[in-house]
């Protein structure tokens, strides 16, 4: 997937701004720049993409780290800056020669033999550059001289004709900075090579550690570049510069210059050296390619399988980030799928929408399934619509935290704290319950968006960029149905079509004739009025049925004339419940198969809005005793919580008479109470009423 600048851009803001701990901004900026899909919403993705792994590293081991992406790049800028002052200011000289130098001592053992031509070729270099030097100041060249470091001029021939003789003579003659730059240049590709091979193989278990000052010297080693003093100006004075640009050395064309007095005195002694170096790389470079199972370009394979990030024991939130970042790692399955169709598109938007010429509303458009910062269980809504979908999800995410658990020694309200990792994989499992309950347990069908069109849009069908860009993967186990939105899962948590997705998942799962069959009315939208949730797309989530009813199974409505109207209700206990203030205004009758689940929370539906209530105790739903006094726990996603609200519920003979009350002061969620457990009183123990 090709990155946007301007989403990355964004998602660095966003990073800092949550840094920070600016939420109102945030919000702001959420408001007037929605995320999309392509947003990044995990840390070490966004260093990833932005290739500043080094660079966060660095700044984790300095004394006083920074905590945000932008403070570690505009940091770097800034030191990059002045080390590009402080380099180019320096005798630019030895740090060439560095570069040489570094190139042979990092060769392997197989080259150490070869030092002495190194050492050859770097002491022709130097005598190149000092000539050079000497002639742009108009200063005559001096005679070299000895010392202890350095060959004089017979052990510099002595050892070239030394190494001439193994040494093939039909070699090409390339000169002597061309050849030295490109030669430094394949030692280091070649050590990178080999450490990035052995580390594939498990040789290096952990990463080399480096100091600030080392990581600093390697920065600068690869921005030395051509030195001013060789490379000059090409425009003015039309000097034309070979050679790559990463060998730090560039072969200069120049009439009359040092460069052609220093090849006119070259001998075919001399040129054999050069040419026994130069061969002595290519061999090199066959031995690695031959020895490594991926040729030369073992580096550009994908590294997912190597995720290497640096945790700090008090940085709870980088932690779980990274926990969320293993999925990476996990072994990708292929999927058989198939692009959207124009005639499956047609019938999705008439059952969702009621037509094939509407559009998905924004508030549908921009909801994903995101997690709260304050109530990590709570999934958060942005504005009013699909609250239906995510109540049910809501609903069965609560159940896999708080009774479903892997880990048994978390309880209570400690699961009401779950980790990054621990809610997403509980996510997905809710996910994959609600899609495989719609399938009748059978199969799956799993909606992802791509990035293009698989179809033109033709007649009255009206495209807006959602469905005419699914692809539809179908799976028949449950296990390739979690694997599946594992692999997928960004697009329901942190996408901005996640809850358009998982509807047309639940649709296509069910069939969009069967839900057809299901609804007492055949032409009922799922999607109503104002973008609201139908009762049958929320018994389609709850129940795996779009039944338009809660009571208990169908019932036959006499319609006069000796006509029966067929009713269709809940055909079996639920796993989730529901609860309705339609109820309490006589309108509906829930009946036992919602209102008694199998576990202890249920769907609110009241005033339009559907929210979530729910018990710690499961024990609650087999308790027969008529007096008893138990917590209940409410979450709406659209109210904006910040902690949670407890319910202290009475029922028998500790409750408290309520008669008196004021009906209109009575909060909603309390009448909902009310319709399971009679005269029941509740308490918001300090918590303000919700009206």
Not at 102 to 112: D, G, I
Not at 305 to 326: K, N
Not at 514 to 531: F, N, Q, W, Y
Request: net charge negative; hydrophobic share 30%; glycine share 6%.
């Amino acid at each position: 997937m090709v990155v946007s600048i301007e989403e990355v851009s964004s998602s660095l803001v966003r990073e800092y701004l949550s840094r920070k701990g600016l939420k109102r901004t945030i919000a702001c900026m959420d408001e007037e720049q929605p995320r999309t899909e392509a947003s990044i919403n995990n840390r070490s993705d966004l260093r990833q993409i932005l290739h500043m792994e080094g660079l966060y590293k660095n700044n984790k081991v300095q004394k006083n780290p920074l905590k945000t992406l932008l403070e570690i790049i505009v940091k770097h800028h800034i030191e990059r800056h002045k080390n590009d002052k402080a380099a180019f200011s320096s005798d630019p000289v030895p740090s060439t020669l560095a570069v040489i130098r570094n190139a042979a001592s990092t060769s392997p053992p197989s080259l150490m033999n070869e030092t002495k031509t190194v050492d050859c070729t770097i002491t022709k270099l130097r005598s190149f550059v000092e000539e050079e030097t000497c002639s742009s100041q108009g200063i005559k060249s001096l005679p070299a001289t000895d010392t202890p470091s350095t060959h004089n001029q017979t052990d510099f021939w002595r050892d070239c004709s030394e190494s001439r003789k193994e040494l093939p003579l039909n070699t090409p003659f390339h000169g002597t900075e061309s050849f030295t730059g490109r030669e430094s240049e394949r030692k280091t590709e070649s050590t990178q090579k080999i450490r990035t091979n052995r580390t594939r193989r498990g040789m290096m278990a952990a990463p080399i550690a480096s100091t600030p000052q080392e990581s600093n010297r390697k920065r600068q080693t690869r921005r030395v570049g051509v030195p001013q003093l060789l490379l000059g100006n090409e425009e003015d004075s039309g000097h034309s510069v070979h050679g790559p640009p990463e060998s730090g050395i560039a072969e200069v064309s120049r009439p009359g210059s040092c460069r052609e007095r220093q090849q006119s005195r070259s001998t075919p002694e001399t040129s054999q050296c050069e040419e026994g170096f130069n061969k002595v790389g290519k061999d090199q470079l066959k031995t690695i390619k031959a020895k490594s199972p991926t040729g030369l370009h073992a580096y550009d394979l994908d590294m997912s399988e190597m995720i290497l990030d640096d945790i700090d024991d008090d940085d709870d939130e980088l932690r779980e980030l990274s926990a969320v970042s293993i999925q990476a790692s996990i072994p990708k399955h292929s999927y058989a799928g198939r692009a959207m169709d124009q005639h499956t598109a047609t019938a999705l938007k008439e059952l969702l929408l009621g037509s094939s010429s509407r559009f998905f509303s924004n508030e549908w458009r921009n909801q994903g399934f995101t997690f709260s910062d304050d109530l990590k269980y709570g999934i958060m809504q942005n504005k009013g619509g699909p609250c239906g979908v995510l109540a049910a999800v809501q609903a069965c995410l609560l159940k896999k935290l708080l009774f479903e658990s892997a880990d048994s020694s978390v309880t209570g309200l400690q699961r009401l704290r779950p980790s990054s990792a621990t809610r997403t994989q509980c996510l997905v499992l809710a996910a994959a319950e609600v899609l495989w309950r719609a399938g009748e347990e059978k199969q799956a069908t799993v909606a992802i968006h791509s990035e293009r069109n698989h179809f033109i849009p033709t007649g009255h069908y009206k495209a807006e960029g959602v469905l005419e860009k699914i692809r539809c993967f179908s799976v028949d186990n449950f296990k390739d149905l979690q694997r599946l939105l594992e692999q997928h899962i960004e697009q329901f948590e942190s996408g901005a079509l996640s809850c358009i997705l998982l509807t047309i998942s639940a649709v296509l799962s069910r069939s969009v004739e069967k839900i057809r069959e299901d609804m007492d009315v055949p032409t009922t939208s799922l999607i109503g009025a104002h973008g609201y949730c139908t009762q049958e797309l929320v018994n389609l989530l709850l129940c795996g049925h779009a039944v338009s009813n809660v009571f208990d199974n169908d019932m036959e409505l006499d319609s006069g004339n000796g006509n029966l109207t067929l009713l269709k209700g809940i055909k079996g206990r639920c796993d989730i419940g529901l609860l309705s203030l339609f109820e309490h205004y006589n309108i509906c009758k829930v009946g036992t198969y919602l209102q008694t689940p199998h576990f202890p929370i249920w769907v609110v539906c009241s005033e339009s809005h559907f929210s979530v209530l729910f018990s710690l105790q499961r024990e609650l739903l087999t308790n027969q005793d008529r007096a008893q006094e138990f917590d209940l726990y409410y979450y709406d996603g659209l109210a904006n919580q910040q902690e949670e609200i407890r319910l202290t519920v009475s029922v028998g003979m500790s409750a408290l008479c309520c008669q008196d009350d004021d009906p209109d002061l009575i909060p909603p969620l309390e009448h909902c109470i009310r319709t399971k457990w009679k005269d029941a009183s509740v308490s918001w123990n300090d918590t303000e009423p919700i009206l």
